[in-house]
C-alpha cells in the first residue's frame, strides 16, 4: 500500500487548505485513514481520521469547527480540509492507513504517507 500525499505549502494566517492523500496498493482494503503532524521539537499528534465504511470521524480539539476530514470511496483518497488556519498549525503533515482501526493512536496505523511541510505565516 502506498499513500501519496500533495506537496509542501505555504500559506497566510486565516487561509485555507485542502490536503489530499491517495491510497494505492494491489488490494487496498483499508478500515480508517488518519491525519497526523509533528511540528519541529514536539511529539507526533494526531489530528483527524475517518472511516472508509460509513465514514464517522474523529477530530483533535484543537481542529474541530476549522478542519474537516472526508474521502472519496470511487478514488481511495482522503482530504483534509484546513480553514482558518493559525501559525501554531505549522508542521509536517502525514497521511495514515490502518486495516483495523480509526482513532487517534498512530501506533495502530500501518502504512505512512512521506509527509509534506504546512507552513503558516503571521
Known amino acids: 500500500v502506498q499513500l501519496v500525499e500533495s506537496g509542501g505549502e505555504l500559506v497566510q494566517a486565516g487561509g485555507s487548505l485542502r490536503r489530499p492523500c491517495a491510497a494505492s496498493?494491489?488490494?487496498?482494503?483499508?478500515?480508517?485513514m488518519g491525519w497526523f503532524r509533528q511540528a519541529p521539537g514536539k511529539e507526533r499528534e494526531f489530528v483527524a481520521s475517518?472511516?472508509?465504511?460509513?465514514?464517522?470521524?474523529n477530530y483533535a480539539d484543537f481542529v474541530k469547527g476549522r478542519f474537516t476530514i472526508s474521502r472519496d470511496n470511487a478514488k481511495n483518497t482522503v482530504y483534509l480540509q484546513m480553514n482558518s488556519l493559525k501559525p501554531e498549525d505549522t508542521a509536517i503533515y502525514y497521511c495514515?492507513?490502518?486495516?483495523?482501526?480509526?482513532?487517534?493512536?498512530?501506533?495502530?496505523?500501518?502504512?505512512w504517507g512521506q509527509g509534506t511541510q504546512v507552513t503558516v505565516s503571521s
Open positions: 496498493g494491489r488490494t487496498f482494503s483499508g478500515y480508517g
Open positions: 475517518i472511516r472508509w465504511s460509513g465514514g464517522s470521524t
Open positions: 495514515a492507513a490502518s486495516t483495523y482501526y480509526s482513532g487517534g493512536d498512530y501506533n495502530k496505523y500501518n502504512y
